[in-house]
């Protein structure tokens, strides 16, 4: 099954990036859309719901183009869950704190599917969105993305609202993927098609960015390379900021937001590389990023390097630095 060859009109064209955002400003457990993160590739295609469909195709015994209003037999379901940026896929070093955390409603994934009849030899789902153009020289049809089929549980949606509100232009008016608990760049927006396959998607989004080398135990280079899929652990210090003044002997409350694809276990702070504090972190709520908070009393005057370290389940952590989820460091003014 070909990708599409996408034409709409595109408003802006050409790359669109908005983090309104720093971390001292995520006051927020759910982000205001207008502060919400927003990237485009390629440019935001204006279009409208009455004429929209998507098309499922590839290895399913009943191929199906829904409109809207097929769409909206399924049921709704609405979806906490942190939406992040894996950052500019020509640096996939750089430590990024492109983030939010948002209640998505849509259509759940694999109601459509069901509805389908997925081949047995489905491994693979492809989606595209209505965008097109030119990115790093490549001209590109249509944006596109992968995922296994074996991830599409009850989480992954066609998602129409943020935050209670029909999706802006730019968020992918009117229906969008979202792949809770994977990288924002797989979740594609103003989706045209679905297309189940044995193997991966060919498109330069998949193939060539968006590829992470696969490291051994001492930090080398396997050669091997891991698409951007899963979210690693990683943490955001809230408060306090460079701006706050402390006071020796007095406790300050430091807390943030942690996640990770498969929920966060333990956050802890580093003080100046001098002792570390346990933070204590709420349960993970269905895909939501976790607050933490701990108490610490500044020993004396002067500056202190505040960084925060988040665990997964799995045992994961955050590097010092060199990748996506580096740790945060934050530096604070005791006052005498
Ligand atoms: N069709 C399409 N989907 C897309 C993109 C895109 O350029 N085109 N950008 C991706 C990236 S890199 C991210 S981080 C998220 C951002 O979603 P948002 O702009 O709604 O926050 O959308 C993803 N889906
Ligand atoms: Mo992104």
């Known amino acids: 099954m070909n990708p599409p060859s996408n034409r709409a009109a595109l408003d802006p064209a050409g790359l669109l990036r908005a983090i309104p955002l720093a971390p001292h400003q995520l006051t927020e457990r759910i982000t205001p859309v207008h502060d919400t993160i927003v990237l485009c590739h390629l440019g935001v295609p204006r279009l409208a719901a009455a004429s929209w469909s998507v098309a499922i ?7 199906r183009t829904l409109d809207f209003p097929a769409l909206r037999q399924f049921p709704f379901t609405t979806i906490e869950a942190v939406h992040q940026c ?3 896929p020509l640096e996939p070093h750089a430590p990024t704190r492109r983030v939010c955390n948002v209640a998505w409603g849509g259509y759940r994934l694999a109601d459509v599917l069901a509805a389908c009849g997925p081949a047995p030899e489905a491994r693979f789902i492809w989606s595209y969105g209505a965008d097109w153009g030119v990115f790093e020289g490549i001209s590109i049809d249509a944006y596109g993305k992968d995922l296994p089929i074996e991830r599409v549980g009850e989480d ?7 935050n209670g509100a029909p999706l802006r232009p730019e968020n992918g008016f009117p229906v969008r993927l979202v792949v809770p608990g994977y990288y924002g760049t797989n979740s594609v927006k103003w989706l045209t098609q679905i297309t189940l396959a044995a193997d991966r998607a060919a498109g330069p989004f998949t193939t060539c960015w968006y590829n992470d080398p696969v490291r051994d135990g001492a930090g080398r280079a396997t050669g091997r390379l891991r698409p951007v899929w899963n979210v690693a652990p990683q943490s955001v210090i809230v408060a306090p900021d460079v701006q706050t003044r402390l006071t020796a002997g007095e406790p300050a409350v430091v807390w943030g937001w942690a996640w990770a694809d ?4 333990a956050v802890t702070i580093g003080i100046g590389g001098e002792s570390i504090v346990g933070a204590a972190v709420e349960p993970r709520r269905s895909r939501a990023w976790q607050r933490f908070e701990a108490s610490w009393t500044p020993g004396r005057p002067g500056t202190v390097e505040l960084a925060a370290c988040a665990t ?3 045992g994961e952590t955050q590097p010092a630095d060199g990748a996506r989820n580096a740790i945060h460091r934050v530096s604070v003014t005791v006052a005498e």
């Open 156 to 162: 992954v949606l066609l998602a129409v609202e943020m």
């Open 57 to 63: 195709n590839g290895l399913v015994a009943a191929p």
């Open 86 to 88: 894996a950052g500019n």
């Open 262 to 265: 498969g929920g966060i276990a």
């Open 312 to 314: 997964g389940y799995d």
